[in-house]
């Protein structure tokens, strides 16, 4: 009975999320946590048959950890998450550069950038429903919908999940979405794509800035040249018509976007921790609630203030504000729920590869002007330092420790010839000493 019991404890529980996304849910991670010398130390607790159990139970959780760790580190595996990351790159670029083209169609005949941008944050409520798409047809053991979503919403329900603590939690965040998307609009009326593409890229140099001062993230001197790097970038897209043009004005805006953006992202960060597929989805599907119920009477405030003006119904640009929030909705898809697929980086070269894509559909479809070498130089100076921010935290131990590898490699083998050698004539070979500069890293 007590070998039972231990093999009921350490056994691993049902998949509960979509097994396609190969995540770990909640009991399993906290399982991980365990780890093989807390299931040996509660076989020790049943006596010399749960000790045997608890013995038993060590090997196999050593050997699926095992073997999930051979897995992850299959070159077959690797290969295939970096093809899946650069198709879904070029997915998020190809959707951000036409989602942004059908926004100028749609700010030319409706001017009502708030409008649009409610209009489109209202598609996010499908989010949850097309995640728990992917848990019924993947997973081994299905949930119903109510018990997903109370899984997945921890970070926003502490209590009795209600509407009214979903809005008061999702409140900020949809705050701050809606925010972010009328500064960006509003800048597309005044400067091209390319540009506001090309500025929006610089949030992550201001997540690094904002994560760094308040979430005690590590240092890191490189990033600080990519920010300084942003920054350059952003005064050169303004010096590029002259400070004086209207266009400093689009810049600005711009700039408030991205840097709302980056404040969305770094207070998801601090409620949820590490995103996962499931938080990201409720959050983002509560986002649309909240932008439904609340900031539709934003909408009509500035109608009634005529700070905003809607063409009888029949005029509206349906076709091209569907296309629109359709391929927003796609872009959050992609982002979110693509990093179980593929490398999180390469998914995040989509937003560098919007950059060129942009000015592509400027230029052949909406017949922009050629871009100015001024312009061309920002957002060169940009995307270097977008490339510089995407570098892991450990990089440089990582490089440091490869080359050190390297070196040893190489210098085990010239040791073990030359030993073969020296017993073959009768003396011993020593080793080849390494030069200071290898020998000062090690």
């Not at 952003?234 to 018509?241: F, G, L, P, R, S």
């Not at 989509?350 to 871009?371: E, K, R, T």
């Not at 450990?394 to 050190?404: A, R």
């Amino acid at each position: 009975m007590a070998m039972k019991k231990q093999t009921a404890k350490v056994s691993p529980s049902p998949i509960t999320g979509p097994a396609v996304f190969l995540l770990p849910t909640p009991q399993e991670h906290a399982e991980r946590q365990r780890g093989p010398q807390h299931a040996a130390e509660d076989g020790q607790d049943g006596g010399q048959g749960g000790g045997q159990g608890g013995d038993q139970a060590e090997e196999c959780v050593e050997k699926r950890e095992d073997s999930k760790s051979r897995c992850a580190r299959c070159p077959l595996r690797a290969m295939c998450r970096a093809v899946w990351g650069l198709v879904l790159g070029c997915c998020v670029a190809l959707a951000w550069a036409v989602g942004t083209h059908s926004a100028k169609q749609s700010l030319e005949q409706l001017h009502a950038p708030f409008f649009t941008i409610w209009f489109c944050s209202t598609w996010n409520l499908l989010l949850f429903p097309l995640y728990y798409l992917g848990h019924l047809l993947g997973a081994e053991q299905r949930q119903w919908p109510t018990a997903c979503f109370r899984q997945c919403s921890g970070f926003l329900v502490e209590e009795d999940m209600t509407v009214r603590v979903l809005l008061k939690g999702a409140a900020p965040f949809s705050v701050l979405w809606s925010l972010s998307g009328y500064l960006y609009l509003l800048a597309l009326c005044r400067i091209s794509a390319g540009d506001a593409s090309a500025i929006l890229c610089c949030s992550q140099g201001f997540i690094f800035l904002l994560s760094w001062i308040g979430l005690n993230d590590r240092f890191m001197g490189v990033r600080i040249v990519a920010v300084i790097l942003s920054i350059t970038g952003i005064v050169m897209m303004a010096y590029a018509d002259g400070f004086h043009s209207d266009s400093i004005t689009g810049v600005a805006l711009a700039v408030g976007s991205a840097s709302t953006t980056a404040l969305y992202k770094v207070l998801f960060r601090k409620r949820v921790g590490e995103v996962q597929p499931g938080t990201a989805s409720v959050l983002l599907s509560c986002v649309g609630l909240c932008c439904c119920v609340l900031h539709s009477w934003v909408c009509v405030i500035l109608y009634l203030t005529h700070v905003e003006y809607w063409p009888p119904i029949q005029y509206i640009p349906w076709d091209a504000l569907c296309v629109m929030a359709s391929l927003l909705l796609a872009f959050n898809v992609l982002v979110n729920l693509g990093s179980v697929l593929a490398y999180p980086s390469l998914i995040s070269l989509g937003m560098l590869l919007s950059i060129p894509a942009n000015s592509a559909v400027d230029f052949y479809v909406a017949a922009a002007p050629q871009l100015s070498q001024v312009r061309v130089a920002a957002a060169a100076i940009i995307g270097v330092g977008y490339l510089l921010l995407l570098l892991p935290g450990d990089w440089d131990d990582s490089v440091v420790h490869w080359i050190e590898g390297l070196w040893q490699g190489g210098w085990k083998e010239d040791s073990v010839v030359g030993e073969d050698g020296g017993a073959d004539g009768g003396e011993i070979a020593k080793p080849k000493p390494k030069p200071a500069g290898i020998a000062a890293l090690t």
